[in-house]
C-alpha cells in the first residue's frame, strides 16, 4: 500500500514466544501495523545465514508495507547466541529438519490468523533456504494464500542431495500446493540454476498451478541483500515491485 | 544456493577467539555460502567447542583455490616434521 506523508502509521516490533511443530516454544520476529486493521499477514522464513538483522529489517519493512509479519526462529532448538554463531552450528548438523519446519512454520501461521486485526489471508515469503521452507510448508501445512520464493535453492533435489533431515524434494509435493507462487530468480545463480528454476516451472505446469516467475539477468544468488557483493539495486527495486503487486493480487 | 555440504570432525587442539584462547572440541568444515568472505560460496573452517557454548568459534573462509593451497601446505608441513623426527603418534 502506497502511504502518503499526512498519513498516521505506526507499528509495533518486538519477540514474542508461539508454540511451533510439536508444541515446542520458539521465539519469533513479530511487526505489525498498530490500529484495528485488519490487515493481510505474512510469514517470513529466514535465510541459512541465521534469524539475523537483514530478517529482521524486511518484517519490519513488510509491516511498513500494511502485513501483520512474523518470522519465527527456525534455529531456536539449535541455542542461543549471535545469529551467526547459531547458524554455524545448525550448518554442521546439515540444517533444521524439514518435519520440524513445517510445524514451526504452521505455528508461525496459526499465530497470524489468530490475530484479531487479520483480515485471514496469510503469504509466505523465504529468501535462499527459506524460500524452500516456504514451498515446503505452503505444500504441507495448508491455509496460505500466496508463497514469495526468492532465489530458493533445492526445491527440485536429485537423489544424493536428500538427507535424513531433507528427506523429500519440496517439488514432490507440488500437488498438494493450494496457493499461487511468486518466483523470484537471478540468471547468474548457481543454485538454483535456471535449469532448476526451469524444472520447477515444468512442475508447476505439469500440476496445474498459478504461478510467475521473474528471472532477472545480471544477478546472482541473493540480489536482494544490500549488505552482499551479490547486491544488485536495479534488479531488487525490480524484485520488490513485483512482490509488492502480487501480494496486492492475492493476499490485500 | 545452500550446498548443505558440511562434516564435523573431533579435534584436539586449542583457538584463539576474541576473548582468548579456548580449548578446542570439533571443526565443522563446509563449503556453502559464506557470511563475510565476497564469494557466493567459501571454504568454512569453523573450530569451535560446543560443550562450551556458541561463542567458542574461530572461523576462516577461504577461496577454492586458497583452501586448495592451505591443504597442500598442511601436508607438506606433516611430512616435513614427519621426515625430521619431530611427530610421534
Known sequence: MQYATNQYEGM????????????????????????????????????????????????????????????????????????????????????????????????????????PTCTGKVAVFGTC????????????????????????????????????????????????????????????????????????????????????FHMYPDAGHGFFYYDRPAYRQAQAMAGWKNIWAFLAKYVG | MCTMIATQIKVAGSGKAGNGWFTLGEANVSYDHPFEAPFEHALSLDFVNEALGPSARVSVELDVASARQLVDTINAILAKADRGGYIVE
Open chain 1, 12 to 115: 509495533i516490533a518486538e519477540t514474542i514466544v508461539i508454540p511451533g511443530h510439536n508444541g515446542d516454544p520458539i521465539g519469533a520476529y513479530v511487526a505489525r501495523p498498530l490500529g484495528p486493521g485488519p490487515f493481510p499477514a505474512i510469514v517470513v522464513i529466514h535465510h541459512m545465514p541465521g534469524w539475523d538483522e537483514w530478517y529482521r529489517e524486511v518484517t519490519r519493512k513488510f509491516a511498513h508495507h500494511g502485513y501483520i509479519a512474523i518470522s519465527p526462529n527456525l534455529y531456536h532448538r539449535a541455542g542461543h547466541g549471535i545469529p551467526e554463531d547459531i547458524a554455524v552450528q545448525v550448518r554442521a548438523t546439515g540444517g533444521v529438519p524439514d518435519d520440524q519446519v513445517v510445524g514451526d512454520v504452521a505455528g508461525a501461521l496459526a499465530y497470524a490468523v489468530a490475530q
Open chain 1, 129 to 212: 533456504s527459506g524460500a524452500r521452507h516456504a514451498y515446503l510448508a505452503a505444500c504441507r501445512a495448508p491455509g496460505f494464500a500466496a508463497i514469495i520464493n526468492c532465489w530458493g535453492g533445492r526445491v527440485t533435489m536429485e537423489p544424493q542431495e536428500l538427507s535424513p533431515n531433507q528427506p523429500v524434494a519440496p517439488v514432490d509435493y507440488t500437488k498438494d500446493l493450494t496457493c499461487p507462487v511468486l518466483g523470484i530468480f537471478g540468471e547468474e545463480d548457481s543454485g538454483p540454476t535456471v535449469a532448476q528454476v526451469a524444472l520447477l516451472e515444468q512442475a508447476l505446469i505439469a500440476h496445474g498451478k498459478t504461478y510467475e
